[in-house]
C-alpha cells in the first residue's frame, strides 16, 4: 500500500515515489546515505528512509524545504493534534478578520472571509522553520490551500488546480466566467481531517536532514559530511519549462512571500530560457556531485527540457560532468513519453516537454 505521505501535497513537476525506490534498491544499501539538491516535495529523502537509508535533501524553495522537513521529520499524531488546538485556542476573529480587507480582490474572491481570516492568521503563527510541529501543520495547508473544491472538501479555496496556483487576474476571470465561489471551510476541521488521513500511514523510523538552501552550498554546510553519499537522486529544474516562483506564489505567499507571483525572486534558477545558462547551472550542479557522492556511488538524474532532444540531455549532461574533479562515467539512460502531462488540466493544447530522460553515471 502506498505510503500516504507521499501524496501529502499536490506538486506540479515531480517524479512518482516508484523511481526513487528502483534506484536506491538497485544502488544502495540500508544505512547508506542518498542525496538530492533539488527535493521538491521530497520523494527521494521520503522513500530512501522508509527503505531503511539515511537521508540528505535541500532546496531553495521555501514549500519544498516545508514538504520535505514534514515528511523527513515529522512529530506523532498526537503532538500534531495538540498543537492544531493549541493553534484555534489562540486564535481570535476579530482581531484577523479586518486584516483580510487589506489583500488584493484575489483573495477575497478565493476565499470564504473565515477561512481567509484564518489561513492569515496561521501564516503569522507559524514556526514552519523550526518548529516539527508547525512545519507538518503547514505542509497539510499548503496541500489544502488550493483545489478542485468543487469536487472535493478537502480544498480551501474557489475552484483551482490542485499542483499550480493560477495567476490572480486568469483566476478572477475564470470564476466570473463559470460561476465558481469560495466553499465555507474551517481551516482547523480541516487540518485535524488531514492529519488523520496522512497519518494511517507511519512515518519512517528515521529522521532526514533537510536544508533550506540553493544547491551549490548544500556540501559546504557543516553538518553535511564530504564524499558520504552512496548515491544522488535528482531532478534538475528542467530548461525553459516551468517556474516554481510563478506556479507556487500562493503557497510561497501561505509561508510569508508576497500576495502576488513572483520571478527570479528567491533563485536565479528558478526557470533558465537560455540553453547557455541552464547548462551552466547543470555543470554547478556536477561539481556539488562532486563533493558529495562517495568513491564507487552514483547519480541518477532525471531531465528534460523544451527543445531539447534526448541526445542532447545526455550529451549535455556527460560534457557538464567533467567539472566534478572527479571521474564521471555515463552507465545508461533511457526516455519515457510523458502520457498524460500535468498541464494538460488547465492548458489544453500547451507545447512543452513530452518525453524525459534518465541517466545514471558512476562516481570513482
Known sequence: MRNRFHALCPYFAMFPEGFAEKWIDELTDPGDLVADPFCGRGTTPFQALLMGRNALAGDINPVAYCLTAA???????????????????????????????????????????????????????????????????????????????????????AQMPRTISTKPAYSVRFWDRHGHVPPRRDVFELLRRRARFRYASPLPALRGHVELTDFRNLHRLKAVRRREA???????????????????????????????????????????????????????????????????????VRMAGKGLSANAVVDGL???????????????????????????????????????????????
Open 71 to 157: 515528511k523527513t521529520q515529522g512529530p506523532a499524531l498526537s503532538t500534531v493534534c495538540r498543537r492544531i488546538s493549541e493553534l484555534e485556542n489562540a486564535y481570535e476573529a476579530r482581531r484577523w478578520r479586518p486584516r483580510t480587507r487589506s489583500l488584493p480582490e484575489f483573495f477575497d474572491r478565493a476565499y470564504d472571509p473565515r477561512t481567509l481570516s484564518q489561513l492569515l492568521y496561521l501564516r503569522d503563527v507559524l514556526r514552519w522553520s523550526t518548529r516539527r510541529s508547525d512545519a507538518m501543520i503547514a505542509a497539510l495547508a499548503l496541500g489544502a490551500l488550493h483545489g478542485e473544491s468543487e469536487k472535493s472538501p478537502s480544498y480551501l479555496s
Open 230 to 300: 552512496r548515491c544522488i537522486i535528482t531532478s534538475p529544474p528542467y530548461l525553459d519549462v516551468t517556474s516554481f516562483e510563478e506556479d507556487q506564489w500562493l503557497r510561497l505567499w501561505f509561508l510569508g512571500g508576497p500576495p502576488h507571483p513572483t520571478r527570479n525572486r528567491v533563485s536565479r534558477d528558478d526557470r533558465h530560457e537560455l540553453a547557455s545558462a541552464y547548462w551552466r547551472m547543470v555543470a554547478d550542479f556536477w561539481r556539488t556531485a562532486g563533493h558529495l557522492v562517495a568513491s564507487g556511488g552514483h547519480v541518477v
Open 318 to 364: 556527460t560534457g557538464c560532468s567533467v567539472v566534478a574533479s572527479r571521474d564521471v562515467s555515463l552507465v545508461d539512460w533511457e526516455t519515457s513519453t510523458i502520457p498524460r502531462r500535468q498541464t494538460d488540466a488547465f492548458r489544453p493544447g500547451s507545447v512543452g516537454v513530452r518525453f524525459e530522460v534518465d541517466a545514471v553515471f558512476k562516481v570513482v
